[in-house]
């Protein structure tokens, strides 16, 4: 990609937790870059780093950026003061959280807290705010908009609360919108649905997606880039095309394995799905060499020692791992 048209860059984050332990590493060197009006996945299993990924941009993460940089329009976020996250937080920079219920405040109605953004980041009249929310919520493809203005987050489906989480992040026209598992607990038609909502917003308004999730089908759907995380650190990234038809990280091949290709002939009886085995390594585990040496059936006593350096296989295909041939 062009760096002129990067519009966010992580260079070699580290974030560290404060723990009864004592502080402890969740994020190691994460790196990415955000092209303007592209979507880039990350994905990978809870606790993984995702979120708190996600979370240092915000400027909103529990613990201390111990090392790297959060570079947005050539302004380094990592070490930006209170006051100015807060102009850019909702602003500039937008989040869709998981669970829509517990993140809109269920004593304000929906119009409320929507003109809440508005007023907080723009020079308007409280009926501007309004009119702006019922313009927004109308955008977002919310049925009888101007009743949901009135209403309650609790007299809302999943699916409409989640799109008024949409338009709330959508109030002041953010360059980078994050989106924090945007799909989480919703039926697979309004999953599909806000996922048509999240391409039309980039399609009119050029946004700049972020998009986390654990699935791999949301990723094909949505994404043109793909990184790969494990135990807090990115061990996979490219194209998702190049990603999904060459998977090179094991870790990788076992997400892909997890899906169920319901476009194959699976003969007379389908096979079953693969599980990866063992779980995430806790945060408090102090792996030197590869955190997915645990699970992984090619692991050696390398892989167990020492932790691999990032490798190039093509100038957009990237991966972390001992056991791929012909990296560079």
């Known amino acids: 990609m062009n760096n002129d048209g990067i519009l966010l ?12 332990q004592g502080r402890v590493r969740v994020l190691h060197h994460v790196s990415l870059s955000l092209g303007e009006g592209e979507t880039l ?12 990924t996600a979370l240092s941009i ?19 976020l990592a070490y930006a003061g209170e006051k100015r996250l807060q ?25 409320n807290q929507i003109a809440e953004v508005i007023l907080r980041h723009e020079n308007a009249s409280q009926g501007q705010a309004f009119e702006r929310a019922l313009n927004i919520l109308r955008s977002v493809g919310i049925p009888a908009p101007d009743q949901r203005l009135r209403e309650y987050p609790h007299q809302l489906s999943g699916g409409m609360r989640q799109r008024a989480m949409i338009a709330m992040a959508l109030a002041c026209k953010p360059s980078v919108l994050i989106a924090d598992e945007p799909t989480t607990a ?10 048509d909502v999240l391409k039309q917003i980039q399609r009119k308004m050029n946004t700049s997606i972020l998009l986390i999730t654990h699935d791999m089908g949301t990723i094909v759907e949505l994404a043109h ?19 999904i038809q060459n998977p090179l990280h094991p870790y990788t091949q076992g997400l892909l394995k997890c899906v169920p290709n319901l476009e194959a002939d699976p003969g007379p009886v389908r096979a079953d799905l693969t599980e990866i085995p063992g779980v995430v390594p806790a945060l408090t585990d102090r792996i030197p060499g590869c955190p997915f ?18 490798s190039f296989m093509t100038d957009t ?3 972390t791992c001992w056991h791929v041939a012909g990296a560079r």
């Open 9 to 20: 860059q992580i260079k070699d984050l580290c974030l560290d937790l404060p723990t009864r």
């Open 293 to 310: 040496s645990a699970r992984c059936k090619f692991s050696d006593a390398r892989c167990e020692r020492d932790m691999p350096e990032e």
């Open 225 to 243: 880039r793909v990184i790969v995380m494990y135990a807090g650190r990115k061990v996979e990234e490219g194209l998702v095309e190049e990603v």
């Open 41 to 52: 996945g990350i994905v990978g299993e809870s606790g993984c780093g995702k979120t708190m």
């Open 317 to 319: 295909h990237r991966v």
């Open 87 to 111: 102009d850019i937080r909702g602003k500039e920079i937008s989040m869709i959280f998981q669970e829509a219920m517990t993140s809109l405040d269920p004593v304000f109605t929906i119009g």
């Open 186 to 195: 919703l039926d697979v038609t309004i999953q599909s649905q806000i996922f």
């Open 58 to 76: 915000m400027g909103l993460q529990p613990g201390k950026v111990a090392k790297g940089e959060i570079i947005f329009r050539g302004e380094d």
